[in-house]
């Protein structure tokens, strides 16, 4: 199964990587509505597996996917096996998710600007994320991997990446957007 090398970080300076990713590629706004689903007894999400439904808007055009990612087989990245394909109908793929026993675990949307380039022989994807219920701006660069067997070239590829948009070390983060949605959504309003 392919295998998402990734990193994300926390950015600091936002215009700078911008920048710095713009003289690298085209930027390209899009914005995900994601709606994320678990088994019943609610230990899918916990073993690590993902089920995504998601539906990419940009200025014009729709389209929708339904992602399923294993568990991380790199703990330090958090970089997991996934398929992906695209769906027709996002209300129809949604009823039959919920009919194999499957219920929503979370939705939130993702702002997306999202910069495709080549590096060192990978196919990358950079992209800066804002998600209204966290605060700050996060930072993906991806490549996708035929195996797990070269997800460290690729990793070390990504850091190479990171490195030169400023990022270091110390700004990465491996929390998941999920846990962190939920988190904000179960704090009490003041």
Known sequence: MPVEAELKARVRDVVAVRTAL?????????????????APERRFMADGHELRLR???????????????????DEASGSKPEQETAVADRDATHEILLGLGYSVAIEFTKNCENFEF????????ATLVTVPELDGTFLEVETIVPSAAEIAAALDAVRRVLTML????????TE???DAVVQAQ????I
Do not use: Q
């Open 22 to 38: 713009t003289m690298r590629a085209e930027r390209r706004r899009a914005v995900y509505h994601d709606t994320y689903f678990d």
């Open 55 to 73: 539906s990419v808007e940009t200025a014009d055009s729709v389209r929708h996917l339904l992602t399923f990612k294993a568990p991380a087989v």
């Open 118 to 125: 080549s590096d060192n022989a990978y196919d990358m994807l």
């Open 166 to 173: 400023g990022i270091t070390e110390d700004d990465l983060t």
């Open 176 to 178: 998941l957007y999920t």
């Open 186 to 189: 179960a704090a009490p309003r």
